[in-house]
């Protein structure tokens, strides 16, 4: 995965792939699944959802450009296996799902790993995580029409957001940057994932 997927297409942070290489790609789908986890592409992971190729969760991860020390929102846990990478890479993970059984798989994946740095809830991921805010990077796992207003409130100052946003066909993987109370949009590449549900996303 790291040899054939990843490095050919341009990832390079040696942080991410080493993280790529920790984190059991395989516990995170379902049983039968489980030999085509390390694939390149992405797998139902139940409830209408999927968990994405390796290379999208790579390149989504890398332009967070994570140090160590932040704090980061994940909205759409999925399967967990972002949030997952994120936690090798920074301080805590904040991560919020609307579907309750994906979270509760989710949890026991990261307790099985003693991924302690993950805190997870259950509620509508586009109106962020208030309480716990500002993050130093935000990681939207779902493609809407606009980028939420909260989640750009929600940003530090300086701060990155990585969110899809188009129709429900295609997206935009844009790439926002907070600083000095200006921001900046930069698409990095065409996409497509599930529809962002949410007061701030599409109807459900």
């Not at 991860?61 to 296996?81: F, N, P």
């Not at 790993?113 to 997870?120: M, Q, T």
């Not at 809407?144 to 929600?154: F, N, T, W, Y």
């Amino acid at each position: 995965m790291i040899e054939e997927q990843l490095v050919p297409r341009g990832i390079g942070d040696p942080r991410v792939l080493e993280a790529m290489r920790q984190v059991p790609r395989h516990l995170f789908v379902e049983d039968a699944m489980q030999a085509h986890a390390y694939g390149d592409f992405p797998l139902p992971i139940g409830s209408g959802q999927t968990i994405s190729q390796p290379y999208i969760v790579a390149l989504m991860t890398e332009a967070l450009q994570l140090k160590g020390t932040e704090r980061v929102l994940e909205i759409g846990t999925g399967s967990g296996y972002q949030a997952a990478i994120l936690s090798r890479l920074c301080l805590r993970v904040y991560t919020i799902e609307r579907i309750d059984a994906l979270v509760g798989r989710a949890r026991k994946v990261f307790d099985r790993l003693r991924y302690h740095n993950i805190v997870s809830r259950i509620d509508d991921g586009t109106e962020g995580w208030a309480a716990e805010a500002p993050f130093d990077g935000i990681l939207v796992t779902a493609g809407g029409p606009r980028i939420p207003d909260p989640l750009l409130a929600q940003l530090a100052d300086p701060g990155r957001l990585v969110i899809p946003v188009g129709d429900q066909g295609v997206q935009d993987l844009q790439l926002v940057e907070k600083r000095d109370g200006g921001l900046t949009v930069r698409t990095i590449e065409q996409v497509r994932f599930v529809d962002l549900i949410g007061a701030y996303g599409w109807p459900n």
